[in-house]
Every structure is written in C-alpha cells, then in structure tokens.
Nanobody, 121 residues
Framework: QVQLVESGGGLVQAGESLRLSCAASGTISSINDMGWYRQAPGKQRELVATKGSGGSTNYADSVKGRFTISRDNAKNTVYLQMNTLTPDDTAVYYC???????????????WGQGTQVTVSS
C-alpha cells in the first residue's frame, strides 16, 4: 500500500507565491517519475510539472518560467514552487507518482487527494 499526501495549498493574491509538498509513504522500493497535475473548475485535469528520478523535468507551457519542481528522494517527497501566481492558476493540485513496491518490478501509478490553490485578483 502507498499513500501520497499533499500540503501547502491556500488562498493568495495575484503575484504572490506558494510551495506545495507531496510525501509518499508505504512499502516503497523505488519511485520513478513524480509530478503535479491540476484541475480547474469546468476544465480537464492537466499536467503542471513532472520530474524523473534522474532529474529530468517537464513543464506545462502556461507555468514555464514561474513554477519549479524539485525532489527530496531521501524523504520520498516532491515540491512545487509556484511564483507570480495568477487567477488562472486557481485549481485543485494533485500529486502523482509512479512507484515500484517492495519485492516487485511493476511500476504503479498513484494519486494524492489534492490540495486547493486559490489566487484572487
């Protein structure tokens, strides 16, 4: 069993910053990719940023230059530093990870419960 728990969401004004955290726990052997997705009201869930175990990153065009994804592999934790926030960033942000369980070669996909980010004008 694996759990992903997000934290750090909240209400901020446009131009301000937030940092999200997501910690994975359970019978984990290794973690491959970790990342963040978001879903705004009336819109589909979209990729925000991902980071591979080797350090490669991928960002949505809408956040490139403003958001930074990082990982602390010793803590099985991924972070998302969000700067210069705008109302268009308002969404529920979900942590995602591909994780190999102890004693298995299979990579499974896991999701956190989500954390709300609201940016006012």
């Amino acid at each position: 069993q694996v759990q992903l728990v997000e934290s750090g969401g909240g209400l901020v004004q446009a131009g301000e910053s937030l940092r999200l955290s997501c910690a994975a726990s359970g019978t984990i052997s290794s973690i491959n990719d970790m990342g963040w997705y978001r879903q705004a009201p009336g819109k589909q869930r979209e990729l925000v940023a991902t980071k591979g175990s080797g350090g490669s990153t991928n960002y949505a065009d809408s956040v490139k230059g403003r958001f930074t994804i990082s990982r602390d592999n010793a803590k099985n934790t991924v972070y998302l530093q969000m700067n210069t926030l705008t109302p268009d960033d308002t969404a529920v942000y979900y942590c995602n990870a591909r994780i190999r369980l102890l004693g298995s070669v299979r990579l499974n996909n896991y999701w956190g419960q989500g954390t709300q980010v609201t940016v006012s004008s």
